[in-house]
DNA sequence: TCTGGGGTCCTAGGACCC
DNA sequence: TCTGGGGTCCTAGGACCC
């Protein structure tokens, strides 16, 4: 049996953890650039704000309701992350970390799955904080469809789907556009031709639905007729592209603060393949403006440039990504965001150093390898090349972040003890 | 004023190889 | 009359996930 386990409103529970008054209260977290609502407590999600809506047009029933806003604060939830994986890991044969607040569970060799995982949520509420919802079935389809259930209807926040008895009689209630693999093309489609339960999909022809939906619908259907078709993915595969992207706090109209930004996106590009131990052979950069704007000219632009060998050298990945944002910038623009993605990506140990630039290499890496020991022990970009920019005008905006509790000292919770109240 | 930021996989079609 | 059979690689577009 796999099991899912999936923390509750994760970002705005994260949110709670060290602010115990937000407890029972609506609170929303909005994307980077506070621009759209990301993540919803369940009051939140009562009022009737949608996953995605633009802060701005929600701003009235943010003020009528009382609703806690924040920006996203990724240091955070990325550390309360690790802390709940690690928990879930013990006690278990294996684990694939899905997302960053889903886990699926190996439950092999574990006799009552039921008890086992009602201690587990109560271990990781106690040690974090936060709440998780685990589902139960055969294979990672249906441990989706019985965390939905877990989580919608389970006192408990557990569920338990084993029996095909059980199985099909929540299969015939359960939407199809809530399946695993479903999204808004194929549950219109689906509609369409009659299927609307995840039964009605399940019970469907399969070469019709190989045709329909390829090789993916296929194993859809075989996973919610108990017949595995993914395994767990516990070691974590390199990734086949990194990008970095980010909309701007302002318009930015001038050459040199668009080269500002994407210096510092391809900078970062670099630092994470560094990261996964990797290598990139191509990069590509992209720019636009802003599609949401009535009237205004718009502009997106973007180019490819391959390398003629694969590196993670910041110096030399920010200079290409100049050089293609040098051909891409047209002047008269109000630009919105851009962006580096770097890509066919390679490991480092399978380098072919070249005869000639055998000891550049070298002695780069220890630079490099000398910046990220500093970065990483003394603050993100605590050293940065100087075309990355001082004043960053075009930054994010991020009027509502909370603090790093747990990743940042300054940040650290302050509590007096004498008078048994939180001071911060 | 104001609308996120990451990823993956599959398929079809074209170009090319022997 | 009749024109093979097996591949790879690349790209664009479309779907999905969190």
Redesign the pocket.
């Known amino acids: 049996m796999i099991a899912l386990v999936d923390c509750n409103n994760f970002y705005a529970s994260c949110e709670r953890v060290f602010q115990p008054k937000l407890e029972h209260k609506p609170i929303v977290v909005l ?3 506070d ?2 609502v ?1 993540a919803r407590s369940n009051e939140a999600k009562a009022l009737g704000i949608k996953m ?1 809506a ?1 802060a ?1 047009k929600m701003k009235s029933i943010f003020d009528r309701n009382g609703v806690y806003v924040f920006s996203s604060n990724f240091a955070l939830y990325g550390d309360l992350s690790n802390r709940v994986m690690s928990i879930l890991a013990e006690g278990v044969p294996a684990i694939e970390i ?5 886990a699926f569970l190996n439950l092999d060799g574990i006799i009552k799955p039921l008890q086992f995982s009602i201690d587990l949520r109560t271990k990781v509420r106690k040690w974090t904080g936060i709440p998780v919802s685990v589902g139960i079935a055969p294979t990672k389809t249906l441990a ?1 469809v019985a965390n939905h259930i877990a989580k919608k209807y389970k006192k408990e926040g557990v569920f338990v789907m084993k029996h095909s008895k059980t199985i099909n009689e929540v299969l015939k209630h359960f939407p199809i556009d809530e ?9 219109q489609f689906l509609k369409e031709r009659g299927f609307y339960t995840a039964y009605d999909l399940a019970n469907g022809n399969e070469s019709w639905v190989k045709r329909n939906m ?3 619908g296929l194993r859809m259907v075989k996973e919610l007729k108990g017949l595995p078709c993914y395994a767990l993915e516990c070691e974590s595969s390199r ?9 701007f706090g302002m ?1 930015v109209k001038e050459l040199h603060e668009l080269r500002e930004a994407v210096a510092s996106y391809a900078a970062t590009c670099a630092m ?1 393949l560094r990261k996964e131990k990797s290598l990139a052979s191509s990069i590509y950069v992209f720019i636009k403006t ?1 599609p ?2 009535d009237g205004a000219k718009q502009y997106n632009a973007s180019q490819k440039f391959i390398l003629t060998e694969p590196t993670n050298d910041s110096m030399e990945i920010t200079k290409v990504a100049l050089n293609v944002l040098r051909k891409l910038y047209k002047k008269g623009f109000n630009y ?2 851009a ?1 580096v ?1 770097v890509g066919d990506i390679v490991p480092d140990y399978s380098r072919q150093l070249s005869f000639f630039h055998q000891q550049d290499v070298l002695k780069r890496q220890r630079v490099m390898h000398s910046l990220d020991y500093i970065n990483t022990s003394m603050g993100r970009n605590k050293v940065r090349l100087a075309i990355q920019g001082f004043d960053r005008k075009w930054r ?1 905006k991020q009027e509502k972040l909370s603090p790093c509790y747990t990743t940042r000292f300054n940040d650290m919770l302050e509590i007096n003890v004498d008078q048994h109240r939180v001071v911060r």
């Open positions: 994307s980077n650039n621009g759209c990301i995605g633009p701005f899905y997302s960053i607040d889903e989706k399946l695993w693999g479903v999204g808004r093309q194929y549950a390829t090789v993916n990734k086949k592209n990194i990008c970095t992207s980010r909309s318009d994470k802003n949401f704007k919105k965001k962006g993605i994010l």
